[in-house]
């Protein structure tokens, strides 16, 4: 019985691996995540107690996320400060542009990054 790993095969089943698994890493990590504002990326929500059951909120997205994926986001956030989703809210979305130079093909190009900020007034039952 032959086996599929001979030394003629091996490198090309190795390199089609890593080039399937650099792809799924690639493609997950212009998402964005749920998580605590990170201090490498600076996506991600913050929150400030303003007073009992009250908070402002922020949430920035990844520029490939969108604005709805920033919303849904900020509304998760605020669902666990309150927790449920009775509370009266007020946002207002911001799209961040931000530039920069890619050294590979020459250009400058630009990334929008959604940002959601807003207040919530949690509702006591």
Not at 8 to 29: E, G, H, Q, R, Y
Not at 63 to 91: N, P
């Amino acid at each position: 019985m032959q086996s599929i790993w001979n030394r003629d095969t091996m490198p090309s089943k190795l390199a089609n691996i890593a080039l399937i698994a650099l792809t799924a890493v690639t493609l997950t990590s212009c998402g964005t995540v749920y998580q605590k504002k990170s201090m490498m990326t600076g996506l991600g929500y913050s929150d400030v107690r303003l007073g009992e059951g009250r908070y402002r909120i922020t949430y920035e997205a990844a520029a490939a996320s969108g604005e709805a994926k920033a919303i849904e986001f900020w509304h998760r956030r605020a669902a666990e400060l309150c927790g449920s989703s009775a509370y009266e809210h007020k946002y207002t979305v911001t799209i961040k542009d931000h530039q920069q130079f890619n050294r590979y093909n020459g250009r400058m190009e630009s990334h929008l990054f959604p940002t959601v900020h807003g207040s919530v007034v949690c509702k006591t039952s």
